[in-house]
């Protein structure tokens, strides 16, 4: 049931008509619990009660899969804004893109010239730039683009999956370049062919990723709410005198707030996923399908209104 459930929701995820929808109608739904608001100035507020709370932010501008060019210069363009504003406003946060909002499906034109701009403006505020990465069908090409934009900037990373087949092997092939990488379980609804289909396989894998990353010398991001993991992160560190700078901790806004404090506590980075903007729609079914029983909060959001 659970896994129908999964399914139903990153099937919806997809569904064109209902981003449209969603944009026009304000969040909705209960997706309050995930997304910090629709403007700049509300996710602003919201990093810096974080920041006051030792929690460092990465801020995601959402959106995803645009059609047009003119669509995907805008995004780059509040991208670029969110980047000054994290400037201006000295927040302690980090930036995070998805290239299909900037025009990867649209040219590789656009998306170079987008990235860049985005990669200047970051680079001019000293902010870190993490891409995300989306479904696998775009998965090799966004390690290509992420590679080859980190021989022109420093401060930029990328995200690996753990459920997919060939994690291990791009941890290995992304070593020369000492990548700064968030390590996660993987969002998207893959195939059996190309991702771990059992959960057990994908922590197991999880695992393997973190200890190679660390054991490389690189800074590691662990993204999970999961405690297995997190405590293994904890306790392969500490074995191996790897210092608390070479890694952080990452969790999406509004999950398990108590134990984001508590990690900043012990003296963890801690950083979390901060999304805003009125494109909330398929980043808040992916929530759903990680965790049904977040229903509970559509039901209420539907109650209220
Ligand atoms: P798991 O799903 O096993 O959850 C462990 C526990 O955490 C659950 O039992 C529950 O208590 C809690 N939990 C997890 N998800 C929840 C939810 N939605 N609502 C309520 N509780 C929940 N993925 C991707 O494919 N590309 C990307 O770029 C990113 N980026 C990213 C950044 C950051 C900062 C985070 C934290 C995550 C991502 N992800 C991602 C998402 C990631 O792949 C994964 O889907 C989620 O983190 C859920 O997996 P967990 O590791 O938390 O474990």
């Known amino acids: 049931m659970e896994q129908l459930m999964r399914n139903f929701f990153l099937f919806l995820s997809k569904n064109k008509f209902f981003t449209k929808m969603a944009k026009q109608y304000g969040l909705r739904l209960g997706a309050k619990r995930f997304v910090s608001g629709e403007t700049i100035d509300q996710a602003v507020t919201v990093i810096k009660e974080l920041n006051a709370k030792k929690l460092a ?7 995803e899969f645009v059609d047009s060019e003119q669509e995907a210069n805008e995004r ?4 670029i804004a969110t980047i000054n504003a994290i400037g201006r406003e000295k927040l302690n946060a980090q930036m995070s893109v998805k290239m299909t909002s900037l025009g990867f499906d649209i040219s590789e034109a656009v998306l170079m010239n987008n990235m860049r701009r985005i990669m200047d403006a970051a680079q001019k505020n000293n902010v870190f730039v993490t891409i995300d990465m989306e479904d696998y069908e775009r998965c ?14 420093d401060n930029i990373g990328t995200v690996i999956q753990a459920y997919l087949y060939r994690t ?4 290995e092939d992304l070593n020369p370049y000492s990548p700064n990488l968030r390590l996660v379980k993987g969002a998207y609804k893959e195939s059996p062919e190309v991702a771990f289909p059992d959960k057990k396989d ?10 190679m990353h660390l054991l490389n010398g690189n800074y590691t991001a662990v993204a999970s709410h999961d405690d297995n993991i997190i405590n293994f992160t904890k306790e392969f560190a500490k074995a191996n005198n790897i210092p608390k700078s070479q890694f952080e901790f ?3 806004f509004g999950i398990m707030p108590e134990r984001q404090l508590q990690l900043a506590e012990e003296g963890y980075t801690m950083r979390v996923y901060v999304p805003f903007g009125t494109d909330w729609y398929g980043y808040f079914m992916r929530r759903l399908a990680e965790r049904p029983a977040n229903v509970a909060f559509v039901l209420k959001g539907m109650l209220k209104k």
């Not at 780059?76 to 991208?79: F, G, R």
């Not at 291990?168 to 941890?171: G, L, N, Q």
């Open 140 to 153: 090799q090409r966004t390690l290509e683009i992420f590679k080859q934009l980190k021989t022109e900037y």
């Open 202 to 211: 994908v922590d197991e894998n999880f695992k393997k990723i973190i200890k």
């Open 250 to 252: 990452q969790m999406l």
């Open 76 to 79: 780059a363009e509040s991208s």
């Open 168 to 171: 291990e092997k791009d941890i």
């Open 57 to 63: 932010a990465t801020v995601d501008y959402l959106g």
